[in-house]
């Protein structure tokens, strides 16, 4: 475990101490924590420990010569044996090391491997306001040990909000969709702080146009996320608003990854009230009520919750090659009107909007219009699968 970058000096050192050679890595990379630089040097030093003794070379024959004591031939066979376990034991350790690697892949493709280092290389000095004075560089490894688990979700908000680059009204869109600005919320005014004090190490901050068309990079979006996981740490305890790495695996998947392009699904919500839509909704609109009353499993018996909406999807056989339960889940989270205090349920309005939904995952065709593809879903995927 490596507390600072001292820590990485320190493991670097030591190796070089122990075994007389440069180190094959470098300090800098030590200290970020990388499972393939730190496999590099458990391969060097097994690689070092598992050397075999070298026999000295035999004396010349002679009267004079210094002869071996009686016991070498002992001796030598017993270090063979302790040298043979360490062989072993170095090849298990080697192992499970790599069995610990692999456990948990990071299914990056190599545009996201590629584009990792622009997100995630942020020095300790550029967020040192928002660090602990005591520790500063473990918090800020740890920070970024937790940016690297949601680094996916990261990189795709960025791109999502940012075509091609993302500017401060692209940030405070992206908030809005995740219900974090206004009311009992961060202000505006926090948002436009939070990015100023990001803004002022390269001098960006001014802008012809105004704060709304001042560019974020890619770094810098990272640094503005964890300034808003600080800021959201203070308004939540005052007292104890110290920044941990909870905090960034919590916001980044829970609030925003969650609740990302609620603009999208408000235009996804027009078009299911084109009136040919709701025309195939009509024409099914006993069947279905029947449908939902069914899997509605709220106390109150108006509501269907996740359990009830996954049971729906696999007796409906929803769930195939390429829809895959984490689509259906998907869709039952962001259909939900959160704002409504519905956060674990659908009403039969929502539920109806998933149907739609789902039909456009099972039937991709973007030349084919929603009110054909919802006719065709609830025949034969709702009421045809439940024989209703």
């Known amino acids: 475990h490596l507390d600072s970058d001292s820590g990485a000096g320190t493991v670097v050192a030591m190796f ?15 200290a970020t924590g990388q499972r393939g630089v730190l496999l590099l040097i ?35 066979t017993a270090r063979v044996n302790i040298q043979q376990k360490w062989i072993l034991t170095a090849i298990a350790a080697q192992n499970a090391a790599l069995a610990v690697a692999v456990q948990h892949p990071v299914a990056l493709s190599f545009e996201e491997s590629e584009d990792q280092h622009n997100f995630l290389n942020l020095p300790a000095h550029v967020i040192a306001d928002i660090l602990p004075l ?42 809005k969709d995740c219900f974090m600005v206004g ?23 001014k802008h012809e146009d105004g704060i709304g068309s001042i560019e974020i990079s890619k770094l810098q979006f990272t640094e503005i996320l964890l300034r808003v996981c600080h800021a959201e740490a203070k308004r939540g305890d005052p007292d104890n608003a110290e920044l941990q790495p909870q905090h960034v695996t919590e916001l980044v998947s829970d609030k925003l990854a969650a609740h990302a392009l609620r603009s999208d699904i ?23 009520r029947r449908v939902f009353r069914k899997y509605a499993n709220c106390d109150d018996g108006e509501g ?18 390429t829809v895959s339960l984490e689509a259906v889940n998907d869709v039952f989270r962001r259909v939900q009107n959160v704002e409504a205090g519905s956060v674990e349920s659908l009403d039969l309005t929502e539920w109806l ?16 219009p929603l009110a054909g593809k919802l006719g065709a879903f609830v025949e034969e995927r709702v009421l045809g699968a439940l024989i209703v």
């Not at 009230?273 to 279905?288: E, F, Y």
């Open 353 to 368: 909007e998933c149907l739609c939904a789902m039909a456009v995952y099972h039937n991709p065709n973007p030349f084919t």
């Open 42 to 76: 458990l391969a060097s030093l097994m690689r070092f420990a598992t050397q075999w003794l070298q026999c000295p070379q035999p004396a010349p024959a002679g009267s004079n010569a210094v002869r071996p004591p009686r016991t070498s031939a002992n001796d030598w």
């Open 304 to 321: 269907m919750n996740r359990v009830g909406f996954q049971a729906m999807a696999r007796d409906c056989e929803w769930i195939t090659r």
């Open 183 to 205: 009311d009992r919320k961060l202000p505006k005014k926090q948002v436009e702080a939070i990015c100023r004090a990001t803004w002022r190490h390269d001098g960006t901050e």
């Open 134 to 175: 005591h520790h500063a560089d473990r918090h800020h490894l740890a920070l970024m040990k937790a940016c690297r688990k949601v680094y996916a979700d990261i990189r795709q908000l960025y791109l999502a909000y940012g075509a091609p680059t993302m500017t401060f009204s692209d940030l405070l869109r992206l908030l």
């Open 266 to 288: 408000d235009r996804f919500k027009q078009v299911v009230r084109h009136p040919h839509v709701q025309a195939v909704i009509g024409k099914h609109r006993i069947a279905l």
């Open 16 to 30: 070089e101490r122990l075994t007389g050679r440069t180190c094959v890595v470098s300090d800098e990379q030590v």
